[in-house]
C-alpha cells in the first residue's frame, strides 16, 4: 500500500514538474513574439502568393498547423510574416493571403492567439526639441557675411586715360593723374576694369572704365609720389566727360565730338573736335595749359595731333573757337583763338 501511495506522489510530482517546463517555454515562446499583428495556427493549406491578387504566382502554401503573423490587411487582404518577424515592414512579408480564406481554413483550428500584455508596442516617444542652435539653422538665420574685397589695388604710373571699353578709339571716360590708386579687376587683352578703390561689389557696371595694365601697377613697385586720396563714393558713375585741372584748382570738363583723319593726304594731322563745358571763354594762358592736357589725354603713340576747341552752343562742325598743334616734346607749335564767339541761336 506504501509503495504504491509513493508511486502516485512520484507521478504528481514529474506532472508538476513537466507542467513547470511546459510552462516556462510558452512564456519564453511569447516573449520572443513581436508585439504587432496577430499569429495564427493554420489547420489545412492555404496558398500564399506574390501579389494581393488571385492571379498572382503562387510563392508557397502553408501547412496545417502553421504558424503564421499576418498583418498589413488591405481590400481582403494580408501579408503573412514568420511568426518571429520582429521588423514590421511589408517588404519583409512571405507574401499575401485571402483574409477570408485564412479564416475559412482556420474555422476549426486557425484560432488567433492574443498578443501578451508585454508585447503590446510601446508608445513612440516624443521627439526631443532640437537645440536653440540647431533650430536657428534650420529656420535659415544666419548671419550675412560682409562682401569680401575683390580684384587689386593698383596705382597709376603716369598720367592715363580711362576709356569706355577695351580698346584706345572708345570714348574718353577720365584721366587719371599719377599716383592715383585704384581697384582693378577683369583683366582682358591688356585691359583693366578699373574700379573706386573703395568699391565693394565685383559688378562691371559699377566700374569707372578701363585702363591699360601696362600703366597700372601694384602699389610696391610704384615709385613716384603718392597723392592724396579723394575718396568718391562707391558705385558713382563717372561723368562721360574728359576733365582737366587748371593751376587754380578748378575741373574743366570736355567732351569729345570727333576724331579725324586726312586719308587722302597721310601728313596731315588728326583732328580731334572738343568741347568744353565752360560758362564762358577761358583766359588765353588758362586755355593753353588745356588744350596742352588734352591733347596729352587723348594722343596716341607718334600721332600729329590738331585740338579744336568749341564752347557751348557752338556748331558741331562750325569753325573752332581755338586750335592746337604740338610738338612730339609737348612744345606748341601752333596755337590760335578767335575774339569773337559764334554761336547757334536758342
Given at each position: 500500500?506504501?509503495?504504491?501511495?509513493a508511486?502516485?506522489?512520484?507521478?504528481?510530482?514529474?506532472?508538476?514538474?513537466?507542467?513547470?517546463?511546459?510552462?516556462?517555454?510558452?512564456?519564453?515562446?511569447?516573449?520572443?513574439?513581436?508585439g504587432?499583428?496577430?499569429?495564427?495556427?493554420?489547420?489545412?493549406k492555404?496558398?500564399?502568393?506574390?501579389?494581393?491578387?488571385l492571379?498572382?504566382?503562387?510563392?508557397?502554401?502553408?501547412?496545417?498547423?502553421?504558424?503564421v503573423r499576418?498583418?498589413?490587411?488591405?481590400?481582403?487582404?494580408a501579408?503573412?510574416?514568420?511568426?518571429?518577424?520582429?521588423?514590421?515592414a511589408?517588404?519583409?512579408a512571405?507574401?499575401?493571403?485571402?483574409?477570408?480564406e485564412?479564416?475559412?481554413?482556420?474555422s476549426?483550428?486557425?484560432?488567433?492567439?492574443a498578443?501578451?500584455?508585454?508585447?503590446?508596442?510601446?508608445?513612440?516617444?516624443?521627439?526631443?526639441?532640437?537645440?536653440?542652435?540647431?533650430?536657428?539653422?534650420?529656420?535659415?538665420?544666419?548671419?550675412?557675411?560682409?562682401p569680401?574685397?575683390f580684384?587689386?589695388?593698383?596705382?597709376?604710373?603716369?598720367?592715363?586715360?580711362?576709356?569706355?571699353?577695351?580698346?584706345?578709339?572708345?570714348e574718353?571716360k577720365r584721366?587719371?593723374?599719377?599716383?592715383?590708386?585704384?581697384?582693378?579687376?577683369?583683366?582682358?587683352?591688356g585691359?583693366?576694369?578699373?574700379?573706386?578703390?573703395?568699391?565693394?561689389?565685383?559688378?562691371?557696371?559699377?566700374?569707372?572704365?578701363?585702363?591699360?595694365?601696362?600703366?597700372l601697377?601694384?602699389?610696391?613697385?610704384?615709385?613716384?609720389q603718392?597723392?592724396?586720396?579723394?575718396?568718391?563714393?562707391?558705385?558713382?558713375?563717372?561723368?562721360?566727360?574728359?576733365?582737366?585741372?587748371?593751376?587754380?584748382g578748378?575741373?574743366?570738363?570736355?567732351?569729345?565730338?570727333?576724331?579725324?583723319?586726312?586719308?587722302?593726304r597721310?601728313?596731315?594731322?588728326?583732328?580731334?573736335r572738343?568741347?568744353?563745358?565752360?560758362?564762358?571763354?577761358?583766359?588765353p594762358?588758362?586755355?593753353?595749359?588745356?588744350v596742352?592736357?588734352?591733347?596729352?589725354?587723348?594722343?596716341?603713340?607718334?600721332?600729329?595731333?590738331?585740338?579744336?576747341?568749341?564752347?557751348?552752343?557752338?556748331?558741331?562742325d562750325g569753325?573752332?573757337?581755338?586750335?592746337?598743334?604740338?610738338?612730339d616734346?609737348?612744345r606748341?607749335?601752333?596755337f590760335?583763338?578767335?575774339?569773337?564767339?559764334?554761336?547757334?541761336?536758342?
Amino acid at each position: 500500500m506504501r509503495s504504491l501511495i509513493a508511486c502516485i506522489v512520484a507521478a504528481l510530482l514529474a506532472l508538476v514538474c513537466a507542467a513547470t517546463a511546459l510552462s516556462k517555454e510558452t512564456a519564453k515562446e511569447l516573449a520572443r513574439q513581436p508585439g504587432w499583428g496577430r499569429v495564427y495556427t493554420v489547420s489545412g493549406k492555404v496558398a500564399v502568393r506574390e501579389n494581393p491578387a488571385l492571379d498572382a504566382l503562387t510563392v508557397r502554401v502553408l501547412k496545417s498547423g502553421q504558424k503564421v503573423r499576418v498583418d498589413f490587411v488591405d481590400d481582403g487582404w494580408a501579408a503573412v510574416f514568420d511568426p518571429a518577424e520582429m521588423v514590421r515592414a511589408e517588404t519583409r512579408a512571405q507574401g499575401y493571403v485571402r483574409l477570408a480564406e485564412l479564416h475559412a481554413e482556420a474555422s476549426p483550428g486557425a484560432k488567433p492567439e492574443a498578443l501578451p500584455r508585454s508585447e503590446k508596442p510601446a508608445k513612440p516617444e516624443k521627439p526631443a526639441k532640437p537645440p536653440a542652435a540647431d533650430q536657428a539653422k534650420k529656420t535659415g538665420a544666419k548671419k550675412q557675411a560682409p562682401p569680401q574685397p575683390f580684384g587689386e589695388i593698383r596705382v597709376a604710373d603716369r598720367k592715363m586715360a580711362v576709356r569706355a571699353g577695351r580698346d584706345k578709339d572708345t570714348e574718353f571716360k577720365r584721366l587719371l593723374p599719377a599716383g592715383k590708386r585704384v581697384r582693378v579687376d577683369f583683366l582682358e587683352d591688356g585691359w583693366f576694369a578699373v574700379f573706386d578703390p573703395e568699391e565693394k561689389v565685383r559688378d562691371l557696371s559699377r566700374a569707372w572704365g578701363y585702363g591699360r595694365d601696362k600703366f597700372l601697377v601694384p602699389e610696391k613697385d610704384y615709385a613716384g609720389q603718392p597723392l592724396p586720396e579723394a575718396t568718391e563714393p562707391a558705385g558713382k558713375e563717372a561723368p562721360a566727360k574728359g576733365a582737366q585741372k587748371q593751376k587754380n584748382g578748378d575741373a574743366v570738363a570736355y567732351a569729345v565730338l570727333s576724331r579725324q583723319a586726312d586719308l587722302l593726304r597721310p601728313l596731315a594731322p588728326v583732328v580731334l573736335r572738343v568741347r568744353l563745358d565752360m560758362p564762358a571763354p577761358p583766359a588765353p594762358e588758362a586755355l593753353r595749359k588745356i588744350v596742352r592736357e588734352i591733347w596729352k589725354a587723348e594722343r596716341r603713340k607718334n600721332e600729329d595731333l590738331q585740338v579744336e576747341v568749341l564752347l557751348p552752343g557752338m556748331e558741331k562742325d562750325g569753325l573752332a573757337f581755338a586750335v592746337a598743334r604740338f610738338h612730339d616734346d609737348g612744345r606748341l607749335k601752333e596755337f590760335w583763338w578767335r575774339e569773337v564767339v559764334l554761336r547757334t541761336k536758342r
